[in-house]
């Protein structure tokens, strides 16, 4: 059985999830990468932690991307 690598996930990316956030927002930024995922609301400011897997999983798409920690900086 083979795994899937993980989702590139960068903070400062701006994705939209299946499910929305009580306040009736569907797009979180990213603000911490690592085992567990920090995440806040774009409409109302709430911080939460979700475990990387289910993050990736809730994932529908990418509304913006976080600058790439790779590039070269000038």
């Known amino acids: 059985m ?7 996930l960068r903070v400062g990316d701006v994705v939209r999830t299946r499910k929305p ?3 009736g927002n569907d797009t979180w930024e990213i603000t911490r990468t ?3 995922i920090g995440i806040r609301c774009t409409k109302c400011g709430r911080h939460v932690f ?4 289910k993050l990736e999983q809730r ?3 990418f509304i913006t991307r976080g600058p ?3 590039a ?3």
């Open 2 to 8: 083979s795994r899937r690598p993980p989702l590139e």
């Open 21 to 23: 956030h009580p306040c």
């Open 34 to 36: 690592g085992a567990d």
């Open 50 to 53: 979700v475990p990387r897997i």
């Open 59 to 61: 994932i529908r798409t």
């Open 68 to 70: 790439d920690p790779q």
């Open 72 to 74: 070269p900086k000038q």
